[in-house]
């Protein structure tokens, strides 16, 4: 590489590939090369740290089940919660979890077809 233009004359690899000078890691090296170029002088997203900030009631996030995390956006939770403060009935959450249903359990009778093609097909 000419150091005062930057052009790249040659490049080597000790790999296999590299025997013709046509590898991968000739590939990568010319693309880090082009884009450290491209960027040098300007700042990155991690050349900084980070711009956002935990809301001032908040000093430590716990972890939590995800089907238990309200997404819901503060100003959506500020008018529940006005509704349930101005009301007597409770609301319901509007993301609330449905209800599991109970399956009976199943017994030899119901199940015979199934057992029946089964046998039949049992390769």
């Not at 090369?33 to 990155?44: D, F, N, P, S, W």
């Not at 529940?80 to 993301?95: G, N, S, Y």
Request: charge should be positive.
């Amino acid at each position: 590489m000419l150091i005062d233009t930057g052009t790249v004359e040659c490049a080597h690899c000790t790999c296999m590939a590299g025997v013709a000078e046509t590898c991968t890691h000739i590939g990568a090296l010319l693309f880090k090369l082009e884009a450290t170029v491209r960027i040098r002088g300007r700042k990155t997203v991690t050349d900084e740290s980070a711009y956002w900030v935990l809301p001032g009631n908040l000093t430590k996030i716990h972890p939590e089940v995800g089907h238990k995390i309200d997404y819901s956006t503060s100003a959506s939770q500020k008018k529940t919660l006005d509704q349930k403060i101005h009301t007597k009935v409770p609301t319901t959450a509007r993301r609330s979890r449905p209800q599991k249903r109970k399956t009976p359990p199943a017994n030899l009778e119901d199940l015979a077809p199934l057992l029946d093609t089964l046998l039949e097909h049992s390769k």
